[in-house]
């Protein structure tokens, strides 16, 4: 791997988007097999198709907004921008190949170009958001739309990229920008200072606060917009959202942790112990407030009266994932999660099957999307719960290989769903690259950029 194929893929990446090449554009086609040992030659068959199609093929040059390298979330004209959301796993995958430093660290810097954009227009309050998306074909419409931002795993995908390639000019320009838009987030999101995160946006759309998370998840159907409950300033609107979370307080956690464990390795003691400051008192707000013994999981609650909202959502595993839940609430996370609430054909289905808004094949109502699968089966695996992990992972990648690469499932049959070869579905090989999986078994060749199991 080190001068041979995956070599050669890269500098025929850096000559396509700009960068400096070791090897002629005219480069032979290149075989991706070659990163990747399993004795299932259908794996590496996959591992080639997405790495082809939802990772190094979403690279794209500087375009109108995106003054830098960028990556893609859709395919052809769908979803023809940089996502947080998407981004963060694909260049998790993209930092497996070597010499694409330069390229990760535009992409990242796409992120921050838009902080100093957008601080620029702003009032201080609103200083430091970074967008759900950066549209590069509507360059003249950032600071109108999207007005709001998204599921906050930049400091997941930033610590994934340094385990994979040690670049640390990478994490020297990014700790302070995602240090400001973790501060961004609290402070607009966390409204009462409670430690639970709601949704919102600048606009006052409501359906532009539910983009900030699984756009249409069941228990964001009661929502409301109102003022920020103290601050009276001139221009203030109906902003911020009446229901808090447990998926988005619970990525925020995890991208907390992230860019604790980073500032630490930088040696910055301070920046850790604020980042800490922060995960105590919200690990210890969504154990209070939003454990629902009954259910077996973590529920969203009314922002003001803290009254739970009595529906479980793919949001509801995400506490796993960021450590939130004690071992005996884990423990129960596992019982429930072998119920008929949750045990689909394919799983795991965006709302509890016993809901009367489940439909198999519904946009983050009944549906699969591989990338929550990925984070969940983690989450279990961090807490000793490998059998389950390895049933998720596993019925992930073999739908994958029976039904191919798209943006989500039916839970039921497992057909495909949305946009195909989605960036974010690249996490079918993720699962096996982290060890998730039992029956389908996917290895780098290389060691050395292999991440450690969960």
């Given at each position: 791997?080190?001068?041979?194929v995956a070599?050669?893929?890269?500098?025929?990446?850096?000559?396509?988007w700009?960068g400096?090449?070791r090897?002629?554009p005219?480069?032979?086609?290149?075989?991706?097999?070659?990163?990747?040992?399993?004795?299932?030659?259908?794996?590496?068959?996959l591992?080639?198709?997405?790495?082809?199609?939802?990772?190094v093929g979403?690279?794209?040059?500087?375009?109108?907004s995106?003054?830098?390298r960028?990556?893609?979330?859709g395919?052809?004209d769908?979803?023809?921008?940089?996502?947080?959301w998407?981004?963060?796993f694909?260049?998790?995958?993209l930092?497996?190949?070597?010499?694409?430093?330069?390229i990760?660290r535009?992409?990242?810097?796409?992120?921050?170009?838009?902080?100093?954009?957008?601080n620029?227009?702003?009032?201080?309050?609103?200083?430091?958001?970074?967008?759900?998306?950066?549209?590069?074909k509507?360059?003249?419409?950032?600071?109108?739309y999207?007005?709001?931002?998204?599921?906050?795993?930049?400091?997941?995908?930033?610590?994934?990229?340094?385990?994979?390639?040690?670049?640390k000019?990478?994490?020297?320009?990014?700790?302070?920008?995602?240090?400001?838009?973790?501060?961004?987030?609290?402070?607009?999101r966390?409204?009462?200072?409670?430690g639970l995160?709601?949704?919102?946006?600048y606009?006052?759309?409501?359906?532009?606060?539910?983009?900030?998370t699984?756009?249409?998840?069941?228990?964001?159907d009661?929502?409301?917009?109102t003022?920020?409950?103290?601050?009276?300033?001139t221009g203030e609107?109906?902003w911020?959202?009446?229901?808090?979370?447990?998926?988005?307080t619970?990525?925020?956690?995890?991208?907390?942790?992230?860019?604790?464990?980073?500032?630490?390795l930088?040696?910055d003691?301070?920046?850790?112990?604020?980042?800490?400051a922060r995960?105590?008192k919200?690990?210890a707000?969504?154990?209070?407030?939003?454990?629902?013994?009954?259910?077996g999981?973590?529920?969203?609650?009314?922002?003001?009266?803290?009254?739970?909202?009595?529906?479980a959502?793919?949001?509801?595993w995400?506490?796993?994932?960021?450590?939130?839940?004690?071992p005996?609430?884990?423990?129960?996370?596992?019982?429930?999660?072998?119920?008929?609430?949750?045990?689909?054909?394919?799983?795991?289905?965006?709302?509890d099957r016993?809901d009367?808004?489940?439909?198999?094949?519904s946009?983050w109502?009944?549906?699969?999307?591989?990338?929550?699968?990925?984070?969940?089966?983690?989450?279990?695996?961090?807490?000793?719960?490998?059998?389950?992990?390895?049933?998720?992972?596993?019925?992930?990648?073999?739908?994958?290989l029976?039904?191919?690469?798209?943006?989500?499932?039916?839970?039921i049959t497992?057909?495909?769903?949305g946009?195909?070869y989605?960036?974010?579905?690249c996490?079918?090989?993720?699962?096996?690259l982290d060890?998730?999986?039992?029956q389908?078994t996917l290895k780098?060749k290389?060691?050395?950029?292999q991440?450690?199991?969960?």
């Amino acid at each position: 791997m080190q001068t041979g194929v995956a070599g050669a893929m890269a500098s025929l990446l850096l000559s396509r988007w700009g960068g400096t090449a070791r090897a002629a554009p005219d480069a032979p086609a290149l075989d991706l097999k070659a990163l990747f040992e399993s004795n299932d030659p259908q794996l590496l068959s996959l591992a080639e198709e997405v790495f082809r199609h939802c990772v190094v093929g979403k690279v794209r040059p500087p375009e109108g907004s995106a003054k830098r390298r960028w990556l893609q979330a859709g395919t052809g004209d769908a979803f023809y921008g940089q996502w947080i959301w998407d981004a963060m796993f694909e260049v998790d995958l993209l930092a497996i190949l070597p010499e694409q430093q330069e390229i990760i660290r535009d992409i990242f810097q796409n992120y921050w170009d838009f902080q100093e954009r957008w601080n620029a227009k702003r009032p201080d309050y609103a200083h430091d958001m970074v967008a759900c998306m950066i549209e590069p074909k509507r360059p003249d419409m950032w600071n109108e739309y999207p007005v709001y931002s998204q599921i906050p795993i930049l400091g997941w995908g930033l610590e994934r990229v340094f385990t994979r390639n040690g670049d640390k000019e990478l994490l020297r320009q990014c700790l302070g920008p995602l240090e400001k838009f973790h501060d961004w987030y609290w402070r607009e999101r966390d409204v009462t200072d409670g430690g639970l995160i709601a949704v919102g946006t600048y606009s006052g759309n409501i359906q532009h606060a539910r983009y900030e998370t699984f756009d249409f998840e069941c228990n964001l159907d009661d929502l409301k917009l109102t003022p920020h409950p103290t601050r009276k300033g001139t221009g203030e609107g109906n902003w911020y959202g009446d229901i808090c979370l447990p998926g988005n307080t619970a990525y925020l956690i995890d991208s907390e942790r992230s860019l604790a464990r980073l500032a630490t390795l930088t040696g910055d003691s301070a920046m850790a112990a604020r980042r800490q400051a922060r995960i105590d008192k919200s690990v210890a707000a969504m154990r209070q407030h939003m454990w629902d013994e009954e259910s077996g999981t973590f529920l969203a609650v009314n922002r003001d009266t803290l009254a739970k909202i009595r529906v479980a959502t793919i949001g509801s595993w995400m506490p796993l994932m960021a450590e939130v839940p004690t071992p005996a609430m884990a423990k129960r996370m596992a019982e429930a999660f072998m119920t008929d609430h949750w045990q689909t054909p394919l799983p795991i289905p965006t709302v509890d099957r016993q809901d009367k808004r489940w439909v198999s094949d519904s946009y983050w109502r009944g549906d699969v999307w591989p990338a929550p699968n990925y984070q969940v089966a983690g989450g279990f695996a961090r807490h000793g719960y490998r059998e389950i992990a390895a049933d998720i992972a596993d019925k992930t990648v073999a739908n994958a290989l029976k039904n191919g690469i798209n943006e989500h499932y039916d839970s039921i049959t497992g057909k495909p769903l949305g946009v195909p070869y989605n960036g974010m579905t690249c996490t079918v090989i993720t699962m096996m690259l982290d060890g998730l999986t039992t029956q389908h078994t996917l290895k780098l060749k290389n060691p050395a950029r292999q991440l450690s199991k969960p």
